[in-house]
């Protein structure tokens, strides 16, 4: 053993920059192993909690039974609940304004009736609950008669950043200064007015009180957790307090749920593409020293003494790198909180501690660094050993073996390819991340054999760029040489950039189909909201004639009305909204999980309903069956035509059907919400003039425009999203590494071969040239299966997403286009040292090279 | 008149107490059309003579010409190019590319030149033809025997119609046959062609078929001869490279 690990080290010692590189691999495996799963769960915490906050989304919510105010130091009783993420004690007032108080007008009623004032501990707030500031800032300890308020509410006042208002209270008029606004309010609630929580003690004459807490509790609790947690909160609080659950949490924790497994699947295949970048390096090794492996066996070396010799290399590796790994990993951890921070503090206020060292992910960390080195070594240590004394002495024979075994490879490959996507098109969802890795090994097996072929495809191109330096044929035939290696390297690059076009496509699928669904619910030029969207039925409506007077408005196209009534279906309550089967689909309309757009004329034949999501969750109900509604006068039967959903009802168990049927069954003629649409040609400002007078008789109305609103709503959408690419980027690194390890063995390999192109007269240009082309080749081969892959992946999610939430699949066009930029320019950037390298050489040097 | 002049050309490698001179203030002249064999012991400074000559490294002191041009100061992409043009190389380990067919393999330096492949492989078809290799213009390097790939490096190295060929040990990897096909190879190509060859060898009997021999020893000319075609054989070469290392 001692010869063995002596032997080694010296090797290692040799080939320093090699040995750089692929103890680079198992550094990066490492460090992404142990760094990630380090900083992962505070990650994912800080994302729960931007979600959350974004929602506004709580998960416990303290009140006392009485529904009075309680004294603030009864928050302090949770100090020592564990488990909780954040605690926030608030005062909660309505205050109802006098009827001209915002316009001064008494004969026209204000739209605005009532402000919530919510007093609050600045800092703590914002831990639950995220708080946009558009404009000017959020609230300090220190501020005094200071408020945040949204756009909406500073435009019905008519005031900006730095101007004042003033709210009735309990001690008399109080003069507000606008601090900081938030965006515009998107579902039409009772406007809050935020100040800080002495400042509302005073206005309310409740000093020391508070009359809520919102509590957030940690990351990925399971329902047994949360009901832990619950217990603890009730021991601690006393029977006087409720413990209530305001979130809708079931499907955002299973969403959350399925975000973590996503990631271990991410982690599961960092580790798999350092395990390529290693086996390349250890295939390299053997075949370079396949004269030394032969001299040593001449000399009376065992095979067994040889495989030591590779294993032992690949276990100093293996814990070298590991040891830094670990250390880069933690220093990663400690820089990603650090950056994340920022941005994530515009958001929410998450204080991210430093990174905490596990020392079971420590041992775990570097038994796979160590573990995946030497397994990756196993192969190229036996091949080592079945190496004779005689065939080292003559070239290669290594290719002959390689080809015949892509054979057998590619056909069990594309078997794998073919029933994987199978299972993907059979909609089992059991089968569906089992059937993503499958599908990606299968891709992994297919590769050594479709490089020559695609090497030849892309070559031209190569060639054509490059065609009056007379390299690019040289740089593709360099590709084809070592088929095995680049299809390894290729299977690495691969992987990453699957991971990239994979979120392209979740991320363009969701976002695709939220704005599909505000443009729907929003998309009118204008909306006449009531007070309550989703509890229509609180709602004083209007008479038709409104919506009839609005049609006649010279310049109005159309008008849409919805109509609410409310019914049960075998026990259940259902939410239902009468439409115009014609107007509706014209200003508005549904999103379809089934059926489509047909459904709408259907709606105005028959008895027949289109319902959502939440419905069939709800009543054990799909399209195509007859239920029957109660109604003032005994049952009628209706038959699902259609699924479909909207954003203002997705969450109410509801059904669509039209206004006449409405009319007929359940006597409704009354219209609760109004969409209309402007013609193209109409004079806006005359428009908007003869709406907003005739609006004036119906002041149970918000009269909203839908652009502004559907505006607000994305660039919160977009925001939330951004977060999520972070996390993928960094996958995409190892194909980096991979790249320039191949490369780089590419030219250590041809170091003579390079030597004699620049005898015979390459300039280092063409040398440098040539290393670049094989670069660009081989990163359009991984980029090619990373999209192909990648596109398999994207479809997964999106299906394995589906059952929580009604995606549609969308081609990921940007995650495509992204992973083509970036497989690119990795391949450009993976070939900077090596190309140097390679034009740098000393010919005299490079030509003695062996 | 002289294509190549040497002038108190030297090579140091290392320094300190590791310092080794590998050549010392060699002056040689070279004429036209001149079959030149460079002969010595190992470690004369045989190679690194070739090398310098050719552009492949640069000398500690002292100057090269070619064509009346000096090389010492060129720079590497005028070097480069001179090489390309000028010059062609013959190596002991051939080192042609094996993943290139025999004809792409000789055409390289034309088409590294920027000629349509088209025409460098009619080019580079002719010298192969010429070398008899004409039935194995497509095979790859390791279909070919050792004298085989030797023809195609030659082949490689004339493509360019360069003046100057430099070849190092070029039959050192090849059977006694192939060495003789190889050394009477190069001379066709500096008689029949008019080419100045420069040869690097240490077998005497390959040394015999130059016009004139230079006898290097620790860096130095010590001795160099005019062979008379019928006085000289391989043996009275073998007798002098013995007196000199003696």
Known sequence: MKLQLSLAARYLGRRKLRTTLTTLAIIFGVLLIFGMNTVLPTMIAALQANVQGVEGQIDFSITNISGESFPQEIANRLQNVAGLRAVSASLNRTINLPADYIDRDPARPDTLIAVNLVGVTSEDARSVRAYAIIEGRYLEDSDTASAVISQTLADALSVKVGESFSLPGASGLTELTVVGILPPNIMPITEEILVNLPQAQEMTGETDRVNLIDINIEGFADEARRNEIQQQIETALGKNYQVGTLTAGDEMFAAMELGQIGLSVFGALALFMGGFIIFNTFRTIVTERRRDIGMLRALGATRRTVIGIILAESLLQGLIGSAIGLILGYLMALGIIKIVQGPLSLFINLKLGAPVISPLLVLFSVGLGVGVTVLAGLLPAWNASRITPLEALRPSQAEIDVKRKTGIGFIVGMLILIVTTFVVLSGQSALIIPGGLFFLAGLVLVTPALVNPLANLFGPIISWITVRQGIGGLAKSNLKRQPARVAVTASASMLGLAVIVAAGGLVSSMTGIIDELMLASFGSDYLFVPPSVMLWGSNIGSSPEFAQDLREVEGVEEVSTFRYGATTTNGQAVSLIGIDPEAFPNVSGLHFLKGNQSAYKKLASKRTLVVNGAFLLAIDAKAGDTIELQTTNGTVSYEIVAVGMDLLNAKVTTAYLSQANLETDFGVTEDVFIQLNLAEDASREAVKTEIWSLAANYPQYKLISGTDYYGAMKTQMDAAFSAVYIVFVFLAIPSLIAMMNTLTISVLERTREIGMVRAVGGTRRQVRNMVLAEALLLAAIGTFFGILGGMYLGYVFVTGIKVLFPLGYYFPVSGITTAVIIGLFFGLLAAIIPARQAARLEIVQALRYE | ?246
């Open chain 2, 1 to 246: 008149m002289s294509i190549i002049s040497t002038e108190n050309l030297s090579k140091v490698y290392g320094s300190g107490a590791t310092t080794v001179t590998a050549l010392e203030k060699i002056n040689l002249k070279v004429n036209s059309g001149q079959f030149v064999a460079v002969m010595g012991p190992s470690g004369c400074g045989k190679s690194t003579l070739l090398h310098l000559i050719g552009g492949l490294d640069k000398p500690t002191e002292g100057d090269i010409k070619i064509e009346g041009v000096s090389i010492t100061q060129m720079p590497d992409d005028q070097l480069t190019e001179l090489r390309r043009r000028k010059i062609g190389f013959v190596f002991q380990f051939f080192n042609l590319i094996p993943v290139m067919t025999a004809v792409e393999n000789a055409a390289l330096p034309v088409t590294l030149d920027g000629i349509k492949p088209a025409d460098a492989y009619k080019r580079a078809t002719k010298w192969l033809e010429r070398f008899e290799l004409g039935d194995r213009l497509s095979s790859r390097p390791d279909q070919l025997s050792g004298g085989q790939q030797q023809r195609v490096a030659i082949a490689r190295a004339l493509v360019a119609d360069p003046t100057l060929i430099l070849a190092d040990e070029p039959t050192g990897n090849v059977d006694t046959r192939s060495g003789d096909e190889i050394a009477g190879l190069l001379r066709d190509v500096s008689k029949q062609y008019d080419r100045t060859v420069i040869m690097v060898t240490h077998d005497p009997r390959i040394a015999a078929y130059a016009d004139r021999i230079v006898f290097l020893k620790d860096g130095k000319v010590v001795d160099e001869t005019l062979l008379d075609r019928k006085n000289h054989g391989a043996a009275a070469v073998t007798r002098m490279i013995k007196e000199i290392g003696d």
